[in-house]
């Protein structure tokens, strides 16, 4: 795994750097502050988030420092004093975090990180930190309903084509896997991230040939441990003909057809049809792809339709979450200067204070409810969430493989309940404030 | 202006890596191919769309290699021929496109980017060139669809703190201003794109002082000539009127208040109440900004309700396109070895053939109609839209400036029909295909 590229403190909005000059000026930037971030779940269109992208705030965050080409273009807007420009040049990031671990599952309102530090360095962060988890945590969740939705059958990363930027495929890529993706075809996130990748053939190389058998002819020839004939080009029936004709002289010759890709048209009768095909000539093994505009509702609809549908192709609506493109994550002052601090905007409350949050769970050890405390409550029996993980602007551990994280996700995603998993119906997760914390708004 | 950031060859699919292995393999790998690149319109919810991103795919393929690690990568992957690898490792960009020319409004089917080139090389940026033209034409579409529900009023760019990832928030702010927002909060693509930039205060840095007022005080101490208000952290109206203290302060020392900002609550209600305190106090010069979750749906409702708001702070909606996160953007082959070249798969067609754009245009100046011509046709007092802009591999003209991108869509969007503009209802502009590309099509 290659060091993640750096965004630069240049990544914010104006507004954070005229608040900073206005601290800086009067003398309140070196106050202890902390800003919690949280999401709001106004659609209801989510019953639980998972937790993704901390890793790349926290590398970031150890590099943070604004370059002298970065004050030359801030001198030349005009705007800011030459002491506070002398100021940035000097900065780095010496907070502490408290976060929940990628692969967390939470829920709206409750606390993913916990960002303490001088209130000039806390605030100059903000655009940052939201853009980072929120991505994060929107593709993460997105992908684990796909996962949910496939019931075991392997979910494969297709929507780089689609995703909203160079960056967004990198990190879609990542976070399904996360979420419990099996490979992707972004072959730049393969190598930055260590991921399995995947992927054959388009229609192209299919009219690139004289006939459709051709053209699988020449693939096998190219690749006789890895195809995957794509069958839609003309006509999917035909197109499955022509693959068993070629995986029959694959077979000759001790090559396997790993399997065929349908790409369009009804994939519940197509499926059918396609395995009765391969059945009929004994290619019982070959394996049905499908890839045709998928999302947790399309998948979770030709699963419940028993399609003999071995794998899923999941492409743009996945990588731009389609359904609920951003979440409503936000980045809040809860304490300043030793005085818990709240903002009181109609219709958002914000709770004030340190904070943690804690899990309850049953018997079985399935999700019961959550509490969140003050920052230094226990609460009995409960796990911790929020976990230290950078100390005076240093990360307090190295990055874990992503496979455990994955891991994690896949092991607490095993414990959520079956009716906050349903795709198509808002199931509220029972979250509690401790009676402490609720003192404490007063 | 500093240069993109370069994506890399290996910003693809592994599909395109196969498939140019397979036409190495079989000697296709040099074989002059077309591929034309379109936008259907499956759910409708766009009469146009405005060409973006053309910069930034001419960028990347000048400088279009494998690096020694790339190719290090690709080997360890244990899947490619080394003859194709030695062959990769040499090889650069060398086709001719013709493109729309970036600030063009063009409609669903119309080709907006035709790249000829060895059959390798056109394939192997497939994944590249549709992910760059696909952000900024759903983003300058967007933006543009809110520039006019604003009628005149100004917009900015505040959404880089959800924009879907970093390369996003950059986009995102370059081609709204293309699509003729005023200025971005966004600091980093200010500095990359020559953008002007916006911001004064968030919520935290009201919560900072003691009350209200005293921030305010804070702020205009710091920035006497660039103060905007936040007037919505307790209560709007009280903050107006605090806004107004302050501003009077102000005045006696010879600064202006150049306004406030909404951020929460009944846009229209606040912003008359907040106009009348203002206007009461002699401020008739203070603007009121909003920013409160619009999108062209928003804005639209409170110009028509005639309220006194001044200019527009759009954000997460816009930055995601939240109404339509994506286009159906494709990349089909055309032409090959001298050859037209189509694809039937049920439901989605494609236009065989090298073929160019002409725009109809009535008495007026106004948009008649378009026709898609074969490459080499000529349409009596129409004007060409396709244009070369890379031959060989090497791009025609240096990049234009990004103003007079803005101006050019500026131009066109002034000769675009009233009744494509409307942002609720449909409209299916007229698109011909002329009798000799029908020709073709047999």
């Known amino acids: 795994m290659e060091a993640h590229p750096t965004a630069g403190p240049l990544f914010t909005d ?29 659609g209801l269109k989510r019953n639980y988030f998972v937790a993704a992208g901390l890793e790349g705030v926290l590398a ?11 004050i030359a273009y801030l001198r030349g807007l005009d705007l800011f004093p030459p002491s506070f420009l002398e100021y940035l040049g000097r900065m780095r990031f010496s907070g502490d975090i408290w976060a929940l671990p990628e692969g967390t599952i939470f829920f709206p309102e409750e606390p993913l990180m916990e960002i303490t530090a001088p209130l000039i360095e806390a605030q100059l962060i903000e655009t940052f930190v939201l853009n980072t988890l929120g991505l994060g945590a929107l593709i993460a969740t997105k992908a684990s309903r796909c996962v949910h939705a496939a019931q075991g059958r392997p979910l494969v990363d297709f929507a780089l084509r689609r995703t909203q930027g160079q960056d967004a495929g990198d990190q879609v890529a990542r976070n399904t896997f996360l979420a419990g993706f099996a490979a992707t075809s972004n072959v730049r996130a393969g190598k930055r991230f260590g991921l399995p990748l995947t992927g054959t053939m388009a229609h192209a190389f299919i ?19 890895n195809s995957v ?15 068993a004709v070629v995986a029959r002289e694959m077979k000759a010759r001790g090559q396997t057809l790993q399997g065929v890709r349908l790409d369009s048209g009804d994939m519940v009768a197509l499926s059918r049809a396609v395995r009765a095909i391969l059945d009929d000539e004994g290619l019982v093994n070959a394996k049905i792809y499908a890839s045709s505009g998928f999302d947790e509702f399309g998948i979770d ?41 709240r903002k009181l905007s109609p219709g958002k409350v914000t709770l004030a204070g340190k904070k943690q949050l804690f899990r309850l769970r ?9 509490i969140i405390t003050c920052r230094d409550e226990e609460v009995d029996r409960a796990v911790k969430l929020l976990v230290p993980v950078m100390a005076g602007g240093r990360r307090l551990a190295s990055a874990p493989p992503l496979t455990a994280l994955r891991g994690r996700f896949e092991e607490e995603f095993a414990d959520l309940g079956d009716r906050y998993k349903d795709i198509h119906n808002h199931a509220a997760y029972p979250v509690r404030i401790s009676p402490q914390l609720k003192a404490l708004q007063k």
């Open 362 to 370: 049953d018997d079985r050890g399935r999700f019961r409810e959550d």
């Open 207 to 225: 009219s690139v040939y004289p006939t459709e058998t051709d053209a699988f002819r020449a693939f096998a020839d190219t690749f006789p441990q």
């Open 301 to 341: 609809s030709v699963v419940k339709a028993d399609a003999p549908i071995d794998a899923f192709g999941v492409g743009t609506k996945v990588g731009v979450s389609a359904d609920a493109p951003y979440l409503d994550i936000v980045y809040k002052l809860v304490r300043r200067g030793g005085r818990d601090v």
């Open 14 to 42: 104006l507004y954070e750097l005229t608040m900073a000059a206005g601290y800086h000026r009067h003398r309140l930037h070196d106050q202890r502050a902390t800003f919690s971030v949280f999401v709001r779940n106004p």
């Open 60 to 70: 970031e965050l150890e590099r943070y420092h604004f370059s002298a080409e970065d």
């Open 229 to 243: 004939f794509l069958i839609d080009t003309y006509d999917t029936l035909e197109g499955a003909r022509n693959a």
